[in-house]
């Protein structure tokens, strides 16, 4: 399993690809993968923070059960919920993105990846 550094690099890079194609001239076809690519970026945050305690989960539901329990991280449990879930939306259900969804998912990841990424060093 990847440790911390790891974690944090990997939210690093999903968090830089977001913000790539944001600026692109694709973006308003791919909000889909820009609300997929947010949750993935809270998903690393989250992993960063309990790295350490080398915990393995089977399925997102059970990471989101966790992080309602764990109260270092308990205060992210709504987030990374809306974050699931409009993520689910659009991977599973095809769901088209709005601006609006987008903008929920962008304030729902900050929130946790500056708490948890940006105040890491």
Known sequence: MPNSKEHIEQAKHNMNLFL???SCEFKDRCKDW?????FYTALHAIHSAI????????????LIKYISTDKTISIFASSYQTLYNISRQAR????VMSDGDVEIAKTRADNIYRQLVENSN
């Open 92 to 95: 599973y259900d095809c769901t």
């Open 34 to 38: 820009q609300v997929t690519i947010l």
């Open 51 to 62: 790295a350490p305690k080398e915990l393995h989960f089977k399925s997102h539901v059970e």
């Open 20 to 22: 790539h194609l944001t």
